[in-house]
Each structure stands twice: as structure tokens, then as C-alpha cells.
């Protein structure tokens, strides 16, 4: 029978006995370091590992995760409680509820840990008292996800309530779904090392999805390439690890140099990094009382990373303890999440935990962030990432940003390709090419593109179109930059036509406003006065109306400086055509048959040029092979 894989972490003040626990409780020292063995305290992240059975005899193999309980080490802690199943809260039966103790308690609640199970360590010293503690233990419990958690006294020296600890892990663990295998592996690495003839070893807990040997993958957010060349979970080598295990990763194509803690190790088409995330902050009523203010500097921890970032509050000002907030993290350097990750909130020196979060948009825009829409969205995302709901994630996002390609669907969120299509199969949705959008996002902005092309045709109607660009400009506030070219393309197949950098009703022809009729007459006149020696455009005046006989076909545009009559135009093609076609010529030969001056033969034989009537040969011109 496979086992069930799940992933335990320790939390609780220090000394404790949070890693006597774990070797009385594993047969493992999880403290590697030194400096660890001659202080006696964890520093960084310890591990082991737990073979358990459920109730009905299925094997359940456990990862422990043994983080640091001092206060200076807390940014270690939080480095290993992201990606837990079931926390396991140490408090000694002497000292009972501390400051750390409350602080782990706090990141435990913000990173979703809602299995847990309470040791009541020490239980067999004299100052121990059981029954005082465990009610106080209770009390803080009270009102939160583990309030219901058992509560086991224990002695890691004596051995007391070891095998009750125990039995009740495999309890809780039993209850905890299996991890997701959604073909979305992560592993954010907490250790890398090298080892003499290995090569570079990554460690962290996979989350997501399986890895496998020979497997290319990405690390993020730096996007470089490398090979798992093998695995290891648990201390066994194997060839696929699956997800809810302590794995280590031995790559090729990468040094120690290329692989930092905290950056996350995945497959090369999931996610990307960003510098701006949207996030639905809580603040623990506990926690310090120290106001989280708009635009403050501070440290958010994702996994084991640790990256810095300005927060900027949608609506308030500030938060204080036990309120919430929608927010938006502005990143100092690119980071790797996705839509329902979780994170905690420190502040910039790491002496206080603040806050913790969830990721709503991990690729958010800056612009648009405090439109008025934006909050009644951003509670529609928040609600579909927690608890997971891809139907309704799919539907809010998509209301939110009007379209969406549809492999950012599955990029920027936790959820699976089949969870992402069966989403897309119940939501009412336009799918257009690659892009999934929101119908009435996509309606609006049809409608209005339409209403800018009619607007300009009732005021211009000497003009063929509008200009993409305009439209571009004015259809941001509906949808991303790189959709609305294929909004304009679903327009074009009703009642709308492209025509260069132009879009136009199809019904639209060109007319000229009475106020302008006068002045076309004007220009046509002093183009047909000479129709081989034309003035300048700016003699000619009246450039709307000289735009207008270009647009209508009365003129030829040779220059940003000359216009021609068009029938002049052919006729001046015509006895070039003639004169060219027993051989090349000159151009003060074609001056001579066409009867105009240098000045305007240059740019009208440039003209010709472009048009594929004529190619220059060094100081010659020829007719151009025509097919």
C-alpha cells in the first residue's frame, strides 16, 4: 500500500524542547550545525523523518520540519512552516504560553495551518504543572483553527506520551486530504549545497506536483534552466518524488553559485516572476501593537524566501491589529508566486511579525489598483482562493482584468490544467485564439470601440477612419494592451474594417463637411492650375482638405512637401512608362518628357519608386519587372 505523505513542523518558544522532541520522537538528531551542538539551541532549519499508520493500517510517512524557537531566528522559522500540512506546537509545561510561542502560533494561522496538535513538553518535571497549563494552552486556542486540537503532555527523557503523541499525529495527519497533484511542482529550497562527485544538491518540500529524474526544470525568479539528474526523499534515492515529501534535488547545469535559498525550483512553463502581487492581508488581534501605516518598507516571506517590498494600502491608511485589508506588495526585486500562496509580513528590521496574507493576484498591474471596481473584485478573487474554487477564481479573475491568455490562467494560479479547463467549461466565457475573456468586459469594449469609429466618422466625415492608436489608448481602461488587438479583430467581423493603421465602419464613406467644401475647391484649383509644377503644401494651405482629396483619390501625397493632381499623377506614370520601356533613362530625361522642374520631378520619381513603377540603377531609371 503507498503511503500517504505529509509534511509536520514544530513551533514554539525556545528551549522548549522542540528538537529533543523530534529525536525522541523520529530517532534523528534534527541540529546539524556546530554552532548549534555547542549552544544548544536550533539556528536554522532541522529535519527528520517519521514512518506512522492510520486507524485502517495505511502507512503515512512524515517529514519533520524542527524550526528555531528563538526570537533572532525567526525569519529561519518561517522558512520552514510554508509549505506544512499539520503544525506541532511545543510548550513546556513549566513556562507555559511565551512570547514565541504566540509569535509561531500567529505565522502558523497566517500560513493556513489548520491541523495541529499541542506537546505539553516537560510534563515530568517537579515545577511542571499539566493541568494549568493545558487549560491556558486552551484559552489561546481558543477561537482559532486549532481550537479543537489535542492537547498531550509529554516527556522527551522519560518517554511519557510519546506513543499518545503519536497515535494522535497519524489521527490528524488521516484527516488531511492527500497533497494535490496537479502536474504544478514546486520546491522552494531551504538548503543547497554541493557534494564531491554529485554536484549540486537543492532541498526543500515539494508541493504541487511530482519531479522526476532527467526532468528540465526552472529556477525562479532568476528563470535559469537545469536537469534533475536524481532524487532523494526521506533518504532514499528515488526516480519520481512525489509531492508532500522533504526531497532533495542533485541538478546538472548548475553550480552552488546559480541556486539561492528561498528562490523556488519548478517546471519551465509555470509562472513567472513579477515585481507587484495583490494580496488580502489579516492582521492577528495579538499581534504587535505597532499600526501597519500605507507605503511602509517591509519583509515578506514566501517559503524561504525573504524578499523586501513597499505596501501600499487600497483604502485605509493603516492597519491595526485584528483588521484586514486588500493591498498591493511592490517587490524590490522580482519574486515567484502564485494566486492563493500564502505569506507573513515582518517588519524591515525582522524583530516583529505583523502580518500574514494570500496572494490574490501574483502578476498584478500597478495601474487601475484603487478604481472603485477593484475592491468588490479583489473580495470575489480573495473568496475563490480560499478555500480553492477554480470555477469561481477563473470567473472573478477574469471580470477583474476583462481578458486573460489562457496559459496565465494556469501560470499564475495553484490550480492544475484539468481543474483550469472544467472551470472554463461551467463560466460564461468569449474565448478568442489564445485569450479567454469575461463577456460582458468583452461587450463593453466592443461597444466602445465601436462608439469611438462612429463618433469620429459624425465628426470627420471627410476622414477614413480612426487611428489604431487612438483606439489602443482608449480600450486600456477595458482590457490588457495585448488583447485589444484581437478585440479589433472580433470587431472587423461586424460591420468593421482594418485599412492599414485605420478602422472604419463599413458603411462609411468619405463626404465633405459644407465648411470645407470651399476650401477643397481652392486646393483642387491650384493643383490643376499647373498640374506638372504644382505649389508647396504649405502655399497650398488648408491641410484638412488637402488630407481629404489624398483619402478620396483627387491627389497623390509625394511628399511632406508636394501633393499632385492624381490625374496628372498617371499622366506623368504614363509617359515615364513610355519613354522607359525601349530602356533606362536619366532623370533629366524624364524632367524633359514629363515638363516639370527638379523640384518636383525628384519627388514624383521617388513616388514612382515606392510604388514598384520604377527602379533607380545608379543614375538611371528603369520600369520595374512587373509578377
Not at 541556486?259 to 515585481?275: I, Y
Not at 487612438?470 to 485599412?499: H, Q
Amino acid at each position: 500500500m503507498e503511503p500517504l505523505h505529509y509534511i509536520l513542523a514544530t513551533a514554539g518558544h525556545i528551549d522548549h524542547g522542540k528538537s529533543a522532541l523530534v529525536r525522541a520522537l523520529s530517532g534523528s538528531d534534527p541540529d546539524r550545525l556546530p554552532e548549534e551542538k555547542k549552544r544548544g539551541i536550533t539556528i536554522d532549519l532541522g529535519f527528520a523523518h517519521l514512518d506512522l499508520s492510520s486507524t485502517d493500517g495505511r502507512p503515512i510517512s512524515v517529514g519533520i520540519i524542527d524550526v528555531p524557537g528563538h526570537e533572532d531566528f525567526v525569519k529561519n522559522m518561517v522558512a520552514g512552516v510554508g509549505s506544512v500540512d499539520c503544525g506541532l506546537l511545543v510548550v513546556a509545561a513549566d513556562d507555559g504560553w511565551m512570547p514565541q510561542t504566540e509569535e509561531h502560533f500567529q505565522i502558523l494561522d497566517y500560513l493556513g495551518v489548520t491541523h495541529g496538535i499541542v506537546a505539553l513538553t516537560k510534563a515530568d518535571l517537579p515545577d511542571a504543572d499539566v493541568e494549568l497549563a493545558t487549560e491556558d494552552v486552551r484559552e489561546r486556542l481558543a477561537g482559532s483553527p486549532l481550537e479543537q486540537a489535542p492537547i498531550i503532555p509529554v516527556s522527551a527523557h522519560t518517554g511519557e506520551g510519546l506513543e499518545t503523541l503519536k497515535i494522535a499525529l497519524a489521527t490528524s495527519l488521516a484527516q488531511i486530504p492527500p497533497p494535490m497533484n496537479d502536474g504544478k511542482p514546486r520546491l522552494l529550497a531551504d538548503r543547497v549545497f554541493t557534494l564531491k562527485g554529485i554536484g549540486t544538491v537543492v532541498t526543500g518540500t515539494l508541493s504541487g506536483g511530482s519531479l522526476s529524474h532527467g526532468q528540465t526544470i526552472t529556477l525562479q525568479p532568476g528563470n535559469r534552466k537545469a536537469r534533475v539528474r536524481s532524487l532523494q526523499s526521506h533518504n532514499q534515492e528515488v526516480k519520481i518524488a512525489p509531492p508532500g515529501t522533504r526531497t532533495a534535488v542533485c541538478l546538472s547545469d548548475a553550480s552552488r553559485q546559480d541556486v539561492l535559498r528561498g528562490e523556488t525550483l519548478t517546471l519551465p512553463h509555470l509562472g513567472e516572476p513579477s515585481e507587484t502581487a495583490d494580496i488580502h492581508i489579516q492582521r492577528s488581534p495579538n499581534s504587535p501593537q505597532r499600526i501597519l501605516r500605507n507605503h511602509t518598507r517591509i519583509r515578506v516571506h514566501h517559503g524561504s524566501a525573504n524578499t523586501p517590498a513597499r505596501l501600499v494600502l487600497m483604502d485605509q491608511k493603516e492597519i491595526k491589529p485584528g483588521e484586514s485589508e486588500f493591498a498591493q506588495l511592490r517587490f524590490e526585486s522580482p519574486v515567484h508566486l502564485l494566486a492563493g500562496d500564502r505569506v507573513v509580513i515582518r517588519d524591515w528590521p525582522e524583530t516583529s511579525t505583523l502580518a500574514g496574507g494570500i496572494i490574490i493576484d501574483p502578476t498584478a498591474p500597478r495601474r487601475g489598483f484603487r478604481s472603485p471596481p477593484q475592491r468588490t473584485l479583489l473580495q470575489q478573487c480573495a473568496q475563490a482562493v480560499n478555500p480553492d474554487d477554480p470555477a469561481k477564481w477563473a470567473k472573478a479573475h477574469l471580470q477583474r482584468l476583462g481578458a486573460v491568455l489562457r496559459r496565465n490562467l494556469l501560470k499564475q494560479s495553484r490550480f492544475g490544467e484539468s481543474q483550469i479547463d472544467a472551470a472554463l467549461g461551467v463560466i460564461d466565457t468569449v474565448q478568442i485564439k489564445d485569450w479567454v475573456a469575461d463577456p460582458e468586459c468583452w461587450k463593453n469594449a466592443l461597444n466602445a470601440a465601436a462608439t469611438l469609429i462612429n463618433t469620429e466618422h459624425t465628426q470627420h466625415p471627410e476622414r477614413p477612419g480612426l487611428p489604431l492608436a487612438t483606439l489602443r489608448k482608449a480600450l486600456r481602461e477595458y482590457l490588457p494592451t495585448d488583447s485589444i488587438d484581437i478585440l479589433l479583430d472580433d470587431l472587423c467581423t461586424n460591420g468593421f474594417s482594418r485599412n492599414g493603421t485605420l478602422l472604419s465602419r463599413d458603411s462609411h464613406t468619405l463626404t465633405l463637411p459644407p465648411a470645407m467644401q470651399a476650401a477643397a475647391e481652392n486646393v483642387r484649383a491650384a493643383l490643376r492650375a499647373k498640374p506638372m509644377e504644382p505649389p508647396a503644401r504649405k502655399d497650398l494651405g488648408h491641410p484638412d482638405a488637402l488630407r481629404f482629396l489624398f483619402d478620396n483619390g483627387e491627389a497623390v501625397e509625394l511628399s511632406p512637401e508636394l501633393a499632385m493632381d492624381t490625374h496628372a499623377f498617371d499622366e506623368a506614370v504614363k509617359s515615364v512608362r513610355t519613354e522607359l520601356a525601349s530602356g533606362g533613362a536619366k532623370a533629366s530625361k524624364l524632367r524633359e518628357v514629363i515638363g516639370t522642374s527638379r523640384r518636383v520631378l525628384i519627388p514624383l520619381l521617388e513616388k514612382m519608386d515606392k510604388e514598384s513603377i520604377t527602379l533607380r540603377q545608379g543614375d538611371l531609371r528603369i520600369l520595374r519587372q512587373q509578377g
